[in-house]
């Protein structure tokens, strides 16, 4: 199934869309405000990251990487809550080793 | 990653937000658009536009010719966006390709939704050459975990190359076998063996 279909609700728990799916506001009956909301998005920015997140989607291959994501840094980075764990993490590798399309 | 950790927290109150830093793009990747991109993939993701954006879009709309937003604004910004949010997971993508004009913004900016916004995760990937810098604008908080594929990740990675490779027909299963074989015992690195194979299957 494609990932996507699962996200919803991401951030406030009330079934909007999500951030990397193209902006489908334009269908719902309040179409004023969707196009208030989209004129703020892209005065807030005008580089769209999802263009290339979904390129990056198309091209990776499941099951890369799938050690990094069970190393007890990673779980702990991403399960910490507040200050524990550590908030940052780089995962450091030259061009062309598979960072990008870590899954 | 991105789609792991949403599929992962699917339902709850978190928000996910990326930037792929990119050499061929450094005119647009201003560190003020690319904090502006992360709020914007926040706001996106959430169901009102906070009011305090909601109001500084009114006022810049009405300065003669819509100034652009600065730095300091859009990391303000981002704050405004992030308060809602429970958990929000900032991923930057080969960070060393930004210019080095709007890295040390970026990595401000980074450092003070760290410190304003504590529900905010930073995934950060990079050449290594770029680690000591990161680190230094971000003290105390990073882990750092090399990245480099293991066997079963390269033996994915040839088959994959073997079967849908331009001339993958013209091989013979022996030499298939033989590439399966050695390259994953021989060479650590996906990147040489991604130059090595389509070498290999571009002879004619």
Redesign the interface.
């Known amino acids: 199934m494609d990932?996507?279909t699962?996200?919803e609700?991401?951030?406030?728990?009330?079934g909007?869309?999500?951030?990397?799916n193209q902006?489908h506001s334009n269908n719902t009956t309040n179409i004023t405000y969707a196009d208030?909301?989209t004129?703020?998005?892209n005065?807030?920015?005008?580089?769209?990251?999802?263009v290339?997140?979904n390129d990056?989607?198309n091209r990776r291959?499941d099951?890369?990487?799938?050690?990094?994501?069970q190393?007890d840094?990673?779980l702990?980075?991403?399960d910490?809550e507040?200050?524990s764990g550590?908030?940052?993490?780089?995962?450091?590798?030259?061009?062309?080793?598979?960072?990008?399309f870590?899954? | 990653m991105i789609d792991r950790l949403l599929e992962h927290f699917g339902g709850e109150n978190i928000a996910v937000a990326c930037i792929y830093c990119d050499f061929q793009d450094h005119e647009r990747q201003t560190a003020a658009n690319m904090v502006g991109a992360l709020t914007k993939q926040v706001v996106n993701a959430l169901k009102m536009v906070p009011p305090e954006i909601e109001e500084a879009f009114k006022r810049a709309e009405r300065e003669v010719g819509g100034r652009g937003l600065r730095v300091p604004e859009t990391v303000r910004l981002l704050g405004s966006a992030l308060a809602p949010v429970r958990r929000t997971f900032i991923c930057i993508d080969a960070i060393d390709e930004c210019s080095d004009e709007h890295l040390s913004q970026l990595l401000t900016s980074l450092q003070t939704i760290s410190q304003t916004s504590p529900g905010v995760r930073l995934f950060i990937t990079g050449r290594p050459h770029i680690q000591s810098v990161v680190e230094k604008s971000l003290p105390g908080s990073m882990q750092i975990i090399p990245f480099s594929p293991n066997s079963e990740d390269i033996r994915e990675f040839l088959e994959m190359k073997l079967k849908h490779g331009s001339s993958s027909e013209e091989m013979s299963p022996a030499l298939k076998a033989d590439i399966m074989k050695r390259i994953p015992e021989k060479i650590p690195d996906v990147y040489v063996i991604s130059n090595s194979i389509s070498q290999a299957t571009s002879y004619r």
């Open positions: 990932p996507s699962q996200l609700p991401n951030a406030t728990g009330t909007h869309i999500n951030s990397f902006i208030e909301k004129k703020v998005l005065w807030l920015s005008p580089l769209q990251s999802h290339r997140h990056v989607r291959q099951g890369l990487g799938e050690w990094f994501v190393t840094e990673f702990r980075w991403r910490g507040g200050e550590k908030a940052t993490l780089f995962c450091s590798g030259n061009p062309g080793v598979g960072k990008t870590l899954r």
